[in-house]
């Protein structure tokens, strides 16, 4: 079975401080690996996908990287704004395209 | 505004009631997916249409049900209603590929309160 593990569930950090978001994946057949980012009571916002393995994509002062078995997701000079809980999600390579989502991480930026 | 409308944007009713949640998809999007968001589980995926044939099912109840309709809209049925419903329920839409990854677009959900 398709399975997502995020860590850390929270963190907090200063204006400033960078950091990375870890999301650990098992799936047979990976089509794809998302990351939303998720404001409370709003839908999921879409971020990235990752294809392959060595795959990086940016976006502002996010960057995602992909790994066979991991993806991180750098937060590099955060600014308040960017408090959220950060979802990973992976697509596997079956008939059906549901995502299977990690139970997310929880950023609170400090200015 | 993702294009992804979802109504009611809030809901509170009694345990053994019933209730029908709301999705309109993105204009072009053929697919709909539901799913649930609880406190302690994240978000569960329960059922995916694509247009109008059920595709796949997840962690969707017995008490629960959906439908898509030629319009493409999709309505999620939830039954006999229990406190443990009570979640945030979304919908998400994309255009099915039939190669490669498909990004979901997320309504601002509904949620759902059941006393």
């Known amino acids: 079975e398709d399975q997502v593990t995020q860590s850390p569930e929270a963190l907090r950090l200063q204006e400033g401080e960078s950091s990375s978001l870890n999301c650990s994946y098992t799936?047979?057949?990976?089509?794809?690996l998302f990351w939303y980012r998720q404001d409370p009571g709003k839908g999921p916002e879409f971020l990235f996908t990752l294809y392959s393995a060595g795959e990086e994509k940016e976006k502002e002062r996010l960057k995602a990287t992909l790994t066979k078995k991991e993806s991180f997701l750098h937060i590099t000079a955060p600014k308040p704004e960017d408090s959220a809980t950060y979802l990973c999600a992976v697509q596997a390579g079956t008939g059906f395209q549901k995502l299977v989502f990690g139970t997310g991480t929880r950023l609170l930026v400090s200015p | 505004d993702s294009g992804v409308t979802q109504t009611p944007k809030h809901l509170i009713t009694a345990t053994g009631q019933r209730v029908t949640l709301r999705c309109s998809p993105r204009?072009?999007?053929?697919?709909v997916y539901w799913y649930q968001q609880s406190l302690d589980q994240g978000l569960q995926f329960l059922i995916h249409y694509y247009n109008g044939e059920e595709r796949a099912k997840g962690n969707i109840l017995e008490r629960f049900s959906a439908q898509q309709f030629p319009d493409l809209h999709s309505e999620l049925n939830l039954s006999s209603l229990e406190l443990g419903d009570s979640a945030l329920y979304f919908c998400?839409?994309?255009?099915?590929?039939?190669?490669?990854?498909?990004?979901?677009?997320f309504g601002a959900g509904s949620r759902l309160t059941v006393l």
């Open positions: 998400a839409s994309s255009v099915e590929g039939s190669t490669g990854a498909n990004v979901l677009t």
């Open positions: 799936v047979s057949g990976l089509r794809g």
């Open positions: 204009s072009g999007d053929l697919s």
